[in-house]
């Protein structure tokens, strides 16, 4: 079946460490995008990409960067300066960037400060 | 900038019965389209149903419908005869027919628990 897989599900950092969340999709997407999501909080946007080796920053791209190197694949990295990273994350796909195409969502990474 | 706002932090429902989950959106633009997602305790985001703006016409899933009211900028889910399955957050959306920087840009609410008992 067609979907969008993340990986881990539960994913833990250290002070001062980058961590690599994982998302793939073999819905044929061109448009691939991470948001965040806080505690009785909508979803809120961190990057966007519209096709293979472009990418935009959405609200909240601070201390984030991703990379699309493949059509498939859209890692999302948090890196040491976020601050505050303890949040649900989810990758989410859609055929094109153009607005009325849904997007769909993979299960999401919990990521916790240890 | 486009903010949506759901109202109702949380609702419950007894099981067949109906309910309405409040949604109001501030925008200058004439042309955008709406959503609603479904969050169950899995976590992961269902597509409920969508909008076009420039469409009269309310939009209905099954169960699932809603009430457009451009004038007054408002959108309204209503699921009727209520399951237990329907238990989840429930997030309205906004997404802007722009293109640019805001395009593909999902707005959301903060989302309303809806609780089915049984």
């Known amino acids: 079946d067609g979907g969008i897989t993340q990986s881990p599900k539960y994913l833990f950092r250290k002070e001062g460490q980058n961590v690599t969340l994982s998302c793939e999709q073999n819905?044929?997407?061109?448009?691939m995008y991470w948001y965040r999501q806080d505690p009785g909080q909508g979803l809120r946007l961190i990057y966007y990409?519209?096709?293979?080796?472009?990418?935009q920053k959405g609200d909240i791209a601070e201390g984030y960067s991703v990379s699309r190197e493949k059509k498939e694949s859209f890692p999302l990295t948090v890196t040491s300066a976020q601050k505050n990273p303890t949040a649900f994350y989810l990758c989410?796909?859609?055929?094109?960037?153009?607005?009325?195409?849904?997007?769909?969502f993979g299960d999401g990474t919990r990521l916790s400060i240890l | 900038a486009q903010t949506v706002t759901q109202s109702q932090p949380e609702m419950s429902v007894q099981e067949a019965e109906t309910v309405t989950l409040s949604c109001t959106y501030d925008?200058?633009?004439?042309?955008?389209?709406l959503f609603w997602y479904k969050q169950p305790p899995s976590r992961q985001m269902i597509l409920v149903i969508r909008q076009e703006a420039y469409k009269q016409q309310n939009a209905t899933e099954n169960r699932f419908s809603v009430n457009f009211q451009k004038a007054a900028k408002s959108f309204s889910l209503k699921i009727s005869d209520s399951q237990l399955g329907d238990t989840a957050m429930y997030f309205c959306?906004?997404?802007?027919?722009?293109?640019?920087?805001?395009?593909?840009?999902?707005?959301f609410g903060k989302g309303t628990k809806l609780s089915v008992k049984p």
């Open positions: 925008t200058s633009e004439s042309n955008y389209y």
């Open positions: 989410a796909s859609s055929i094109t960037l153009v607005s009325n195409q849904p997007q769909h």
């Open positions: 990409s519209q096709i293979v080796n472009d990418f």
């Open positions: 959306a906004f997404m802007t027919s722009k293109g640019g920087g805001s395009q593909g840009n999902l707005i």
């Open positions: 819905l044929n997407h061109d448009a």
